[in-house]
């Protein structure tokens, strides 16, 4: 940490003093040999666990063919198989075409390119509250803490911003959360500051990640998927956290039956390597060859990995999602009779948050609470990471089972109980 903080970049911010010797499956151990519980999964990056030896194994034999070849330029058999396989498991019924990136990031920043250039138009939606990235597209489209945009601007001109439906939050005056926004989008910044037709595209996380944790009220994308079809308006369902099978399905998307025009993937995809995918309609991937490249977009090694990712998944790691979240969800459930700090569960498969407040009446968020009672659960031996004013988010690897969920529930009850003492 000393050699750390002397050599790094300020800009590096650190949850909790955790210095990792090792893991396996969903348990850390530090280099004291302490051992974690891990309920963050490396902000839900770690979808198949440490260490898992299918992984492990496809890794090492792509590491001893060879490490790298630039797919923008030459072919690869791994890269071949891997976009065949995200193009024919995307979302609804139309054919799909794919590029692979890095990052999350860098698959935003290419959507945002591939809209403007199939549509030959130039503005963008996001919602408040969303995060998106950290490049220059990527932080335009992102709403979530002003810190992450403080002293970067300019940013991308032609980009807006609209409440996201957050049913715990949002105010609406006794209305549905979701057809309030889509009204919101319709009757004020359609009419008042905004021409659809100059529109190309709609950025949405279908679960907001770092805005909270937030599940939209049922009917929202499926209205939102309509708004776009009426203007011609592209829809971008950014998955890079909810996808990869963390919700208990595929993508996200499917919960809504919702078919978006581009899909953006990442985190999970690897298993921890760094790869990700842009996945479009091919009536939209239609750019000219040349215009779009990426050096390391398809290293072989990463694409080994998430080809041993999704096996796993489709094997039965999706079905695990599903039935630890309900059984985690129905343990915080019933923490939250017996906590008054906790305001509100929500979530689908593995990816659930808590949000904490000082009151439930006022709903007033409990920041310093959420602060304090992350500290002390990985004091106790459970990760979790804060998001939004003051959720607690629940992301572990989707390979946890009973015994780690009871765990989690009796530690994160004990510290409860400490911290609200």
């Not at 348990?27 to 492990?56: C, Q, W």
């Not at 498991?89 to 390119?113: D, H, M, Q, W, Y």
């Not at 909810?242 to 208990?248: F, L, S």
């Not at 659960?377 to 979790?384: D, S, T």
């Amino acid at each position: 940490m000393d050699r750390d903080h002397q050599w790094s970049s300020t800009s590096y911010i650190k949850a909790y003093p955790l210095v990792v010797s090792h893991g396996r499956g969903a348990m850390l151990e530090d280099l004291d040999g302490n051992r974690y519980l891990d309920f963050m999964a490396g902000i839900a990056v770690a979808s198949t666990g440490y260490a898992h030896p299918k992984v492990v194994a496809a890794i090492s034999d792509a590491a001893g063919r060879f490490q790298h070849l630039c797919g923008t330029d030459f072919y690869s058999e791994s890269m071949a198989v891997l976009m065949e396989r995200l193009a024919t498991l995307g979302p609804g019924r139309s054919k799909k075409r794919v590029f692979l990136t890095n990052s999350g990031t860098e698959a935003v920043e290419g959507a945002i390119k591939l809209v403007r250039s199939s549509t030959r138009r130039s503005d963008l939606i996001a919602f408040q509250g969303a995060f998106h990235g950290r490049s220059y597209g990527g932080m335009s489209l992102t709403s979530s803490k002003a810190k992450q945009r403080a002293h970067f601007g300019p940013f991308l001109p032609g980009v807006h911003h609209v409440p996201y439906p957050n049913p715990y939050r949002l105010e609406t005056g006794g209305r549905d959360a979701g057809a309030f926004v889509l009204d919101l989008i319709r009757n004020d910044l359609f009419k008042r500051h905004l021409s659809p037709d100059d529109v190309a595209a709609v950025f949405v996380e279908p679960m907001q990640g770092e805005g909270g944790y937030v599940i939209p009220p049922a009917g929202f994308l499926a209205g939102l998927r309509e708004l776009c079809d009426q203007h011609g308006i592209l829809l971008v369902f950014d998955e890079i956290q909810t996808g990869a099978g963390r919700t208990g399905k595929m993508w996200a998307a499917e919960h809504a039956g919702v078919e978006p025009d581009v899909l953006l993937t990442a985190k999970g995809l690897g298993s921890g390597l760094p790869i990700g995918a842009i996945i479009a309609k091919e009536s939209v991937m239609k750019w000219e060859a040349g215009s779009h490249g990426s050096t390391f977009g398809g290293n072989p090694v990463c694409c080994a990995a998430a080809l041993a990712t999704l096996d796993l998944l489709e094997g039965g790691l999706m079905d695990n999602a599903r039935t630890m979240g309900e059984w985690l969800l129905t343990g915080l459930k019933g923490l939250q009779g017996r906590h008054e700090v906790i305001g509100d569960v929500r979530g689908l498969g593995l990816f659930i948050g808590i949000e904490l407040v000082e009151d439930r009446r006022t709903k007033a968020p409990a920041k310093a609470l959420a602060h304090e009672l992350e500290q002390r659960l990985f004091q106790k031996g459970l990760l979790v990471l804060q998001c939004g004013e003051s959720v607690l988010r629940m992301a572990p690897p989707l390979i946890i089972d009973e015994g780690d969920v009871d765990t989690a529930l009796q530690v994160f009850d004990e510290c409860l109980s400490e911290t609200t003492r």
